[in-house]
């Protein structure tokens, strides 16, 4: 880098934290969690458990896998997501006499298939552990949902008895989850300044989750490779582990009232000397395609277009602060301040995460969910929330609704 500005710019950003695009708590936690009363080492992953009563042991086995991020799950995170930050689930679980093991991975952004793994080895520990012979509740939140599935699913194919009686899933793309496509093409364009944007969203599990997928900023929206081996590997233990019983929570409304964010609007613009230029929309519609102009620090501007793709952004469904976790990233950077009239967009559409619809077309995206048979989906039940809220949000209607179908 021959120019002081541009070597100044990929300074600041490597000093800076960097730009991640996940649900739940961004800071750490102002307060650690309790003692967990074990902690078990797996491969590719860490498991804490807290017994409902320390003096019983492991009798009631529920075991909640993380979700995408990346970098290793922590305790502290994962505690402050399902405990402190909204309604406390985990002090509802025990309360219910549950002993709750918390799932995390290694690398959150590694294969959903390596993490399954740890799940796996996960339930056969709960298993050896256990006191008596309750069956176990396995599930996870957003990609956890889907390392929990294929876990068991590839068990049962393997005759392992995993000893499940019910598996849930919280938010999980079953049929894919969306970050806007000038949001991954910008994590691209800063590449040469700073790569940790461009590796989140090129990770093997980004790759496996988002239904479109770019690699580098000039590329064309598609389903990547990684995407379609998955999906294959899902088709090849049954899709479904068969002998639990299989529920599902979303963080979107079932009516199919959308979330109010328009097509092809400025969600991020550029107003610091470096950035001047950039504007990241949502997703157009129609005869518009221009989904981004991108500007940093060089003098010319490059152009993003993606057409014939359905208005996702505004779609049901638990919503992500892409647009705003980015935004806040780079106005802590001079001379790449923007403004960001617009700071969310949805990330797992409800259809998706019930099961019921691919995200392809508007028509399906929007369909009115409340109104479809049931035999939709891959689920034996599912609830959506009553508003469309952040991706994974822990509300005491949801939690309520878990807790109740618990065997």
């Given at each position: 880098m021959s120019d002081p500005f541009e070597q100044q710019t990929a300074n600041a950003l490597a000093a800076a934290p960097p730009v991640i695009l996940a649900a739940g708590p961004r800071e750490l936690p102002a307060e650690a969690p309790p003692k967990p009363d074990a902690e078990w080492q797996l491969p590719h992953g860490t498991a804490w458990v807290y017994l409902a009563n320390s003096k019983h042991g492991l009798v009631r086995p529920i075991i909640l896998a993380d979700g995408f991020n990346s970098g290793p799950s922590t305790l502290e995170f994962s505690w402050a997501g399902l405990e402190t930050r909204n309604h406390p689930l985990i002090s509802s679980l025990r309360?219910?006499?549950?002993?709750?093991?918390?799932?995390g991975f290694k690398e959150r952004s590694a294969s959903i298939l390596v993490n399954a793994q740890a799940a796996a080895a996960a339930i056969l520990r709960a298993i050896a552990e256990r006191l008596g012979e309750e069956p176990l509740v396995v599930g996870g939140f957003s990609m956890g949902g889907l390392v929990t599935r294929y876990a068991l699913a590839k068990m049962e194919t393997e005759d392992i008895d995993h000893q499940t009686s019910l598996y849930f899933s919280w938010d999980s793309p079953h049929r894919g989850a969306y970050i806007p496509l000038a949001l991954q093409a910008f994590a691209h364009y800063i590449r040469k300044l700073n790569p940790?944007?461009?590796?989140?969203?090129?990770?093997?599990?980004a790759r496996q989750l988002l239904r479109w997928h770019i690699e580098t900023w000039e590329d064309t929206p598609a389903v990547s490779q990684e995407r379609t081996d998955f999906l294959a590997a899902l088709e090849s233990v049954g899709q479904w582990p068969r002998r639990p019983r299989r529920i599902a929570l979303a963080n979107g409304v079932g009516t199919g009232l959308g979330n109010g964010i328009p097509a092809g609007a400025t969600a991020v613009k550029g107003k610091g000397l470096g950035?001047?230029?950039?504007?990241?929309?949502?997703?157009?519609?129609?005869?518009?395609?221009?989904?981004?102009?991108?500007?940093?620090?060089?003098?010319?501007k490059a152009e993003v277009h993606a057409p014939g793709l359905p208005d996702v952004d505004g779609a049901p469904g638990g919503t992500l602060e892409g647009f705003g976790i980015l935004a806040d990233a780079l106005n802590k950077i001079i001379g790449l301040g923007v403004d960001h009239p617009i700071r969310s967009h949805c990330f797992v559409p409800a259809v998706s995460a019930v099961d019921v619809r691919d995200i392809d077309t508007r028509a399906d995206l929007y369909v009115n969910i409340d109104d479809l048979p049931p035999e939709e989906s891959g689920?034996?039940?599912?609830?959506?929330?009553?508003?469309?809220?952040?991706?994974?949000?822990?509300?005491?209607?949801?939690?309520?609704?878990?807790?109740?179908?618990?065997?």
């Open positions: 309360n219910a006499g549950r002993d709750v093991i918390l799932l940790r944007f461009s590796d989140q969203m090129n990770s093997p599990a950035i001047t230029g950039t504007d990241l929309r949502t997703q157009p519609t129609g005869t518009d395609s221009l989904a981004a102009t991108l500007r940093v620090i060089t003098s010319q689920f034996d039940e599912f609830v959506l929330a009553s508003g469309n809220e952040e991706h994974t949000k822990i509300t005491a209607e949801l939690g309520t609704w878990l807790i109740e179908r618990l065997p």
